[in-house]
């Protein structure tokens, strides 16, 4: 497969293979539905919708979509039908999962359960988002922005994990993933420079694979050339980054919310680090959003 350097790109992957099978959680709205329509239409999924069957039928009408297209599965309650869900995939009946109606925190819930959920042992779960910006001159693969608040080392070596296999699957066989810092020096005192060094070192010694890691570095190197040059940054990752690798949430969030509110970003993002991936969509996001949502589901699943 050759590299994706465009979201759309993903479309044209999936219609070439067989069909993944979604799973939605309590999909009553019309959001969810019509984005899983979109995608059922545009040949990327199959879909199973779980939720009120009331609720689901009224919000097909209204979006004028064929009830009959959808394998429908009825639950009334919200928690139940996250719960259903996640069961369905259990029993091999999905490849991935999407969030309808439903808080945030049940579904994760749902998720996250240690008896009936999507989790084996020792697994971390994580937020990987694909961006697409006007400004830079490629895809950019990013996390942690939206559920680790703090990670720690082996949260963040999950992280770069994570990041690295989402890039293989777009078919970039060797990605450069850049550790974001406040400074591209190794500083003792700031725990983000020094687990950023691990890791490097970690990389270049084998013991993560597949990838190209460097840091600590700042955005501005990570991302501009230029600043590389002038700063005297010998790096191959320098202004050319593929994934970046957040120290906290509140840097993934903002650098997240700056380039779809203000640069004019595009994205798909889901969680992973469960058994399949879990598409985690807001109803503030754009159809075209949750559209790359699915799409980047389909191809991680």
């Given amino acids: 497969m050759d590299m994706i350097t465009k979201l759309d790109q993903m479309f044209d992957v999936l219609r070439a293979r067989p069909s993944k099978h979604l799973v939605a959680a309590c ?41 009959s297209v959808f394998n429908i599965v009825d639950e009334k309650e919200d928690i139940q039908a996250a719960r259903t869900a996640v069961d369905l995939i259990n029993q091999g009946r999905g490849d991935l999962l999407m969030k309808g109606l439903v808080s945030s925190d049940k579904y994760m819930r749902a998720i996250l359960d240690k008896e009936t959920g999507l989790m084996d042992p020792g697994a971390i779960l994580t937020h990987v988002t ?8 490629k895809l950019l693969i990013v996390g942690d922005v939206a559920i680790i608040p703090l990670p720690g080392l082996k949260e963040k070596t999950a992280i770069l994990k994570e990041l690295i296999k989402t890039a293989h699957r777009l078919g970039n066989e060797n990605p450069k993933v850049a550790i ?21 070192k970690m990389a270049s010694r084998g013991q993560i694979r597949g990838a190209t890691v460097e ?15 002038i700063k005297k940054v010998n790096s191959g990752v320098a202004g050319d980054a593929d994934c970046i690798l ?36 807001s109803r503030g996001d754009s159809a075209r959003t949750k559209l790359y949502s699915i799409a980047l589901a389909a191809m991680m699943a």
């Fill in 130 to 137: 694909v961006m697409e910006i006007p400004s830079y001159h």
């Fill in 215 to 229: 840091g600590p570095l700042a955005l501005d190197v990570i991302v501009d050339r230029e600043s590389a040059r």
């Fill in 27 to 67: 999909a009553n709205d019309r959001h969810t539905v019509a984005a899983v329509e979109m995608a059922r239409s545009m040949g990327l999924v199959e879909a199973t919708l779980v939720g009120d069957r009331d609720a689901i039928q009224k919000s097909c009408e209204e979006e004028k979509i064929d009830l």
């Fill in 246 to 281: 957040f120290p906290n949430i509140e840097s993934g969030n903002a650098f997240y919310k700056f380039n779809t509110k203000l640069a004019g970003g595009e994205l798909g993002a889901i969680v992973v680090g469960g058994r399949v991936p879990a598409v985690l969509s």
């Fill in 180 to 200: 974001l810092a406040a400074t591209e020096q190794v500083l003792p005192k700031i725990p983000a420079c020094v687990d950023a060094a691990i890791l490097s």
